[in-house]
T-cell receptor, first 109, second 116 residues
Framework: GIQVEQSPPDLILQEGANSTLRCNFSDSVNNLQWFHQNPWGQLINLFYIPSGTKQNGRLSATTVATERYSLLYISSSQTTDSGVYFCAVREDNFNKFYFGSGTKLNVKP | EAGVTQSPTHLIKTRGQQATLRCSPISGHTSVYWYQQALGLGLQFLLWYDEGEERNRGNFPPRFSGRQFPNYSSELNVNALELEDSALYLC???????????????FGPGTRLTVL
């Protein structure tokens, strides 16, 4: 199966700081999503981005499919951004989704 | 529009028992996915149903099974429960994979299963 690696595993930020989270994947994919898991376990969709760049408020994401990585940018971080960020991909021609191990973000006031 | 719903929220069972978890997808979604998230870990793909059929399954033993009903809701059954089955079980739904539209997955709040 496809390997999905996220970095860094843990990140501590001061409120207002910017950060970049990375997701590397080992094979070509036809679906890539970023999720935020809140402390109660709920997974919230952030981006569906198998290629290209998207922005939503303080968050933006870029996927370079040919180089097999995606980046999630968080600007002007807030304490509510705390939680775990997951990247998930689906292989071309296969029907399984693979999640990375996540980046645990802690934004301090 | 209602999101993905799961029941029960919490479930406590003992070793050897069977657990049944339920999921209702977003209206119009025909694909349902099940994932297991053990404490502090990432999500492991369990099962994918689409249009009533099992399309694929992850690397889990056969005692993990499920089905999808004509209304596209789904049930996950775990037989002969073991202590290591304790986890958060998440269900997601999406538009049909073959529809050609963006098949973004939307997750429910999960069922926390505890095996004693």
């Amino acid at each position: 199966g496809i390997q999905v690696e996220q970095s860094p595993p843990d990140l501590i930020l001061q409120e207002g700081a910017n950060s970049t989270l990375r997701c590397n994947f080992s094979d070509s994919v036809n679906n890539l999503q970023w999720f935020h898991q809140n402390p109660w376990g709920q997974l919230i969709n952030l981006f569906y981005i198998p290629s290209g760049t998207k922005q939503n408020g303080r968050l933006s994401a870029t996927t370079v499919a040919t180089e097999r990585y995606s980046l999630l940018y968080i600007s002007s971080s807030q304490t509510t951004d705390s939680g775990v960020y997951f990247c998930a991909v689906r292989e071309d021609n296969f029907n399984k989704f693979y999640f990375g191990s996540g980046t645990k973000l802690n934004v301090k006031p | 529009e209602a999101g993905v719903t799961q029941s029960p929220t919490h479930l406590i069972k003992t070793r050897g028992q069977q657990a049944t978890l339920r999921c209702s997808p977003i209206s119009g979604h025909t694909s349902v996915y099940w994932y297991q998230q053990a404490l502090g870990l990432g999500l492991q793909f369990l099962l994918w149903y689409d249009e009533g059929e099992e399309r694929n399954r992850g690397n889990f033993p056969p005692r993990f099974s499920g089905r999808q009903f004509p209304n596209y809701s789904s049930e996950l059954n775990v037989n002969a429960l073991e202590l290591e089955d304790s986890a958060l079980y998440l269900c997601a739904s999406s538009l049909p994979w073959a529809s050609g539209v963006t098949d973004t997955q939307y997750f429910g709040p999960g069922t926390r299963l505890t095996v004693l």
